[in-house]
C-alpha cells in the first residue's frame, strides 16, 4: 500500500500499463492478481479487524479472480468466508479460472449468489464487475448490486465499485456504495469526480510491484491537483511590499436583490491577499455594503461609461456574481468584454455568456453542471456523464481556462492541453454563495500574478481546503460561505 498518486489513467491504459508488465516484463498475470488479492486482504484486515464472517460476491472476469484470491486468503486465515458467484466458474479463464480453482481446493465455499445466505455477514468484497464496464448494469447482476447496497454490513470494492463507470465517474445504471476501494497498478480517474467519491468511499491504492519505469510509456489522461505548489506560488512576501504590487481585483455584480454575492466575492479576493478590491454594483446597494465592509471599495455604477475608469485601473475583472440576466448585466458584462483585461466568469455571467457566445484565451470560466449545460447546449445529466469530455469541450469552446464545479472538479486548459482534478471540498459546501467566493479566491490569485491555469487550480483546491477546515471546525450541516472566509487566509499562508 502506498500513497495516491497524482497521476490518473483511463481503464485501457491501466490494462495496457498491466500488459506491459505481463508480455514485456515478464511478470506472470497470476502474480499480479494474487498480489492484488494479497494487497486487499491486507486492507480489509487493517480497516476491518473485528470481520469474521465475509462474503466475497465474485464476477466472471479478473475482478472476480482478484475476489477468489481474497477469499482463499481469508480462509487460510481462520476467518469464515463464503464466494457467491454472479457467473458460472467454470467459464472462467486464464488467471481467473486458476484462482477460482485454488480457492476451491483451499476449501473456501463457493456457491450461486443468494441474497438469504448474507445473513450476519460482517463484511461483502465486490469483486463484480471491474473497470471493463460499457453499458448499464441489469438483470441479476443489478439485482445482486442492489441487496448489496442495503445490507448493514460494509463493503469493500476491488479495483472499482462495480456499476462505475472508471473513465467518467458516472454511475451505470447502479452502483455498488463502498466504504472503501482499492485500486490496483493505476489510478482510474472516474473514482474521483461524478459519482466516484460517493461510490468509492476511501480509496487505497497498490502498485502490484509493477517496475515504476513502464509508466511513462503513457501519458497519464489527467492529473491530480492538491496543491504542492503553493510555496511556490505563494511564497513569503518580501518586507518592503506595498499594496499596489499584488493586483486590483474589480468585482462586478449585484443586481437588485442580490447584493450579498458581488461582496462575498471581494471579500474572498481580499482573505486571499489582493492588493485592491474595487465592487461595481447597482447604486442602491454601494453605500450600505461601504459600511459593512469599509476595506472594499464600493462604486454604484449604472450605466457601462461609468465602468470605464474602474476597468482601467482593474489587474482582473470577476464578473457574474449577482449580476443578474436583465439588461443592467447584460450591459455590464458587454463592457468586461471589450475590455483587454483577464476575467473570471462565473453565475450570471456565465448565463448571460450562453445567450449570447463568445471566445478569448485570458478568462477563466467557473461553471457548475447546470450552468455548464447552457453554455453546452446540453443537459446537465449529459455534461455528468463525462465530466472530463464536458469540461474539455468548455476549454475548446470558449478559450482559456474552464473549471467543472462538483465532486472532484476539474480544471482544463485550452493552452496547456491538460485537465487537472481536486478532490478537496465537502457536501457541507453545497449551499448559496460557495461559488461567489470561489470567483473571488481566483481572481485574487490572477491579480498576484499567477498564470490563469495556476489561479484556476489554485483557487479551487484553496477554495476546497478552507471548506474542509471550516467543516471539521463545525459541521458540514448549516456550511455558510462566509465560514470560508478565515480559513481562505490561513490557506493562503502556507
Not at 481546503?465 to 471539521?472: E, M, T, V
Amino acid at each position: 500500500m502506498r500513497e495516491l498518486p497524482f497521476e490518473l489513467y483511463r481503464a485501457a491504459q491501466v490494462r495496457e500499463l498491466d500488459r506491459i508488465a505481463i508480455q514485456e516484463r515478464g511478470i506472470p498475470g497470476y502474480t499480479l492478481m494474487n498480489r492484488a488479492g494479497e494487497a486487499a486482504f491486507q486492507r480489509l484486515r487493517q480497516r476491518w479487524p473485528n470481520a469474521r464472517r465475509i462474503a466475497v460476491i465474485c464476477g466472471g472476469g479478473n475482478n472476480g479472480g482478484d475476489g477468489y484470491v481474497v477469499a482463499r486468503l481469508a480462509r487460510q486465515a481462520g476467518l469464515e468466508v463464503q464466494v457467491l458467484t454472479l457467473a458460472n466458474p467454470e467459464t472462467l479463464r486464464g488467471d481467473a479460472q486458476t484462482a477460482w480453482r485454488d480457492a476451491g481446493a483451499a476449501a473456501v465455499s463457493i456457491q450461486p449468489f443468494n441474497a438469504v445466505t448474507l445473513k450476519g455477514v460482517d463484511l461483502l468484497v465486490d469483486a463484480i464487475l471491474g473497470t471493463g464496464l460499457e453499458r448499464p448494469v441489469s438483470g441479476a447482476w443489478r439485482e445482486a448490486i442492489e441487496v448489496m447496497n442495503t445490507h448493514p454490513a460494509d463493503i469493500f470494492a476491488l479495483d472499482i465499485p462495480s456499476g462505475l463507470h472508471a473513465d467518467t465517474g458516472a454511475i451505470l445504471g447502479v452502483a455498488i456504495q463502498a466504504a472503501a476501494t482499492i485500486t490496483f497498478i493505476g489510478l482510474k480517474q472516474g473514482l474521483f469526480t461524478g459519482q466516484g467519491p460517493a461510490c468509492c468511499g476511501e480509496i487505497n491504492f497498490a502498485d502490484l510491484g509493477v517496475p515504476p519505469d513502464i509508466y511513462p510509456a503513457l501519458h497519464p489522461a489527467s492529473w491530480r491537483y492538491a496543491g504542492d505548489d503553493l510555496p511556490t506560488l505563494l511564497p513569503r512576501r518580501p518586507r518592503s511590499a506595498h499594496k499596489g504590487h499584488f493586483g486590483h481585483v474589480l468585482v462586478i455584480g449585484g443586481e437588485l436583490g442580490m447584493a450579498g454575492a458581488a461582496r462575498m466575492a471581494g471579500e474572498a479576493a481580499a482573505r486571499c491577499g489582493a492588493g485592491l478590491i474595487s465592487i461595481a454594483t447597482r447604486a442602491a446597494h454601494a453605500g450600505l455594503q461601504a459600511a459593512v465592509r469599509p476595506e472594499l471599495m464600493f462604486h454604484g455604477i449604472e450605466q457601462p461609461d461609468d465602468l470605464a475608469p474602474l476597468l482601467d485601473r482593474a489587474t482582473v475583472i470577476a464578473i457574474g456574481p449577482g449580476l443578474g440576466r436583465s439588461d443592467w448585466g447584460r450591459v455590464m458584462l458587454h463592457a468586461a468584454l471589450a475590455s483587454d483585461k483577464p476575467l473570471v466568469v462565473d453565475a450570471d455571467g456565465l448565463n448571460l455568456l450562453a445567450i449570447e457566445p463568445a471566445f478569448r484565451e485570458n478568462w477563466i470560466l467557473t461553471p457548475h453542471p447546470g450552468e455548464a449545460a447552457r453554455l453546452l447546449k446540453m443537459t446537465p445529466v449529459e455534461v455528468e456523464a463525462d465530466r472530463f469530455a464536458s469540461v474539455e469541450d468548455l476549454a475548446l469552446r470558449y478559450g482559456g481556462v474552464a473549471v467543472l464545479k462538483g465532486a472532484g472538479s476539474l480544471i482544463a486548459s485550452r493552452e496547456e492541453g491538460q485537465v487537472a482534478l481536486c478532490t478537496a471540498g465537502n457536501p457541507g459546501m453545497a449551499s448559496g454563495g460557495m461559488g461567489d467566493v470561489l470567483t473571488g479566491v481566483i481572481a485574487a490569485l490572477v491579480a498576484q500574478g499567477l498564470p490563469l491555469f495556476a489561479a484556476a487550480k489554485a483557487g479551487v483546491y484553496l477554495h476546497g481546503l478552507a471548506g474542509d477546515q471550516a467543516a471539521l471546525a463545525g459541521g458540514e450541516r448549516g456550511l455558510l460561505a462566509t465560514d470560508l472566509l478565515s480559513f481562505l487566509r490561513q490557506a493562503v499562508n502556507p
